[in-house]
């Protein structure tokens, strides 16, 4: 083989090799997006996993609320692999499948303190999106126009309902999961949005998961409080 065609293919491969790594630029498999996209959104799978544009919740593992600092996700298509940044080096690897199921992963990349590397990859299961998600109770409706009576009778002193329960979101959108502890039927599940409060008919002890603690007001027998604890976590209410 003489130095001439030694040439050509030397020049085929680098000419190769070039063109690869141009296209991988031009063209990632992967993408930094603005924000969580739609299709992501939702509840998925009964109270395990919520997503919303700015928090990812999965109740049943007790990772709660990490806030999604950036996304990564396909070029071209709505399926396929999204990471969901939620610190340095620890994120969501979410893959949507086309059947409608959701893949999530836990992983960390990095180092430790003394410059050991890490990874960790922890398989959080597969999700559904739910298909029968509960309407919240609208804001109360306006009845209409009054005038005041010339003599008005004294009101009655408010009473406080023991069976009735209200939910208030302060400060941002809460999701949350109600069941009755007497036999387990779930009364309520869905999100509530600041200024729509929640009004619920319950029968003795509740139990209360919800994904945002620091946002969430409970009004029941006449007081009017908070959970303890901020993130993901339950309460119970006699």
Request: glycine share 8%.
């Amino acid at each position: 083989m003489n130095d001439r065609v030694k040439n050509w293919i030397r020049y085929i491969v680098i000419g190769t090799i070039a063109f690869v790594v141009i296209n991988e630029f031009l063209n990632p498999k992967e993408v930094r997006l603005d924000s969580v996209p739609s299709v992501l959104l939702g509840t998925w799978e009964s109270t395990d996993l919520f997503v919303d544009k700015q928090y990812m919740t999965i109740t049943s593992t007790h990772i709660g609320s990490d806030r999604i600092k950036n996304i990564k996700g396909p070029r071209k298509d709505l399926y396929g692999e999204y990471s969901l940044y939620v610190g340095s080096s620890f994120f969501y690897s979410c893959f949507l499948k086309t059947n409608g199921v959701l893949d999530i992963s836990y992983v960390q990349e990095g180092e430790d303190r003394y410059g050991s590397p890490i990874y960790d990859h922890i398989k959080m299961g597969s999700f559904t999106l739910c298909e029968d998600p509960v309407d919240p109770v609208p804001a109360v409706a306006k009845m209409g126009s009054f005038t005041r009576y010339e003599d008005p009778v004294d009101p009655v002193p408010a009473v406080a309902d023991s069976n009735c329960i209200t939910l208030l979101a302060n400060g941002g959108i809460v999701y949350v999961t109600v069941t009755q502890k007497n036999n387990g039927a779930r009364i309520y599940r869905g999100t509530i949005e600041v200024d729509s409060p929640l009004i619920l008919d319950k029968s003795g002890p509740v139990e209360i998961m919800f994904s945002r603690g620091e946002h969430l007001v409970i009004k029941s027998g006449g007081e009017r409080f908070r959970p303890r604890a901020s993130g993901a976590a339950k309460i119970t209410i006699e």
